[in-house]
């Protein structure tokens, strides 16, 4: 979830990269508003991977938030 802590309201952009993807690539935010974001893992080889979730607000604030998932065979 994306909340809206700060005391303007604010356009936002959110950005990853593969095998992480996220459903809402840009919003808008009113004060005390948030927003349910939802961040999808599709890995294409078998390892660990690590990426960043980047927030980007209208002021130019960058926040990171770190992904990490892992994949591997499994006899079903």
Not at 7 to 34: C, H, I, M, Q, Y
Not at 62 to 76: A, R, T
């Amino acid at each position: 979830m994306l909340k809206n802590v700060g005391d303007k309201a604010t356009k936002f952009l959110l950005r990853t990269n593969p095998p992480f993807n996220v459903d809402l690539k840009e919003g808008f935010l009113e004060v005390g508003g948030s927003k349910l974001v939802t961040v999808s893992y599709l890995p294409t080889k078998i390892k660990n991977f690590s990426e960043s979730l980047l927030v980007e607000l209208e002021s130019g604030q960058v926040k990171s938030i770190s992904l990490f998932g892992e994949s591997h065979n499994e006899n079903v």
